[in-house]
Nanobody, 121 residues
Framework: EVQLQASGGGEAQTGGSLRLSCASS????????IGWFRQAPGKEREAISC????????YYVDSVKGRFSVSTDNAKATVYLQMNNLEPEDTAIYYC??????????????WGKGTQVTVSS
């Protein structure tokens, strides 16, 4: 059974930090690109990062570049999203997804349940 589970959300103040985890099972983790996405209230889901299956390089959307960073633990089949210098605009439900394509721009094969991040000013 394929499972993706995002965790680590919570509340933070502006300028604070949180680390999210995306634990996976049921598929060959190293063959999949992993994306982080978020959906703020009243907005569409947006992609914020994509870690490529080929070399584990990561693309970041401009709004999080320099503040968020992704790391991968292949042995644990887990991807982490370190979020620093949080802003109220980062408040959203965060999701991780997996695709067996090199990039994340053509839809995800698997989705995890989201985790809520709330940043207060």
């Amino acid at each position: 059974e394929v499972q993706l589970q995002a965790s680590g959300g919570g509340e933070a103040q502006t300028g604070g930090s949180l680390r999210l985890s995306c634990a996976s099972s049921g598929f060959r983790f190293s063959d999949y690109s992993i994306g982080w996405f978020r959906q703020a209230p009243g907005k569409e889901r947006e992609a914020i990062s994509c870690t490529a299956s080929s070399d584990r390089s990561t693309y970041y959307v401009d709004s999080v570049k320099g503040r968020f960073s992704v790391s991968t633990d292949n042995a644990k089949a887990t991807v982490y999203l370190q979020m620093n210098n949080l802003e109220p605009e980062d408040t959203a439900i965060y999701y991780c997804g997996a695709t067996n394509l090199i990039g994340c721009g053509h839809g995800m094969d698997y989705w995890g349940k989201g985790t809520q991040v709330t940043v207060s000013s």
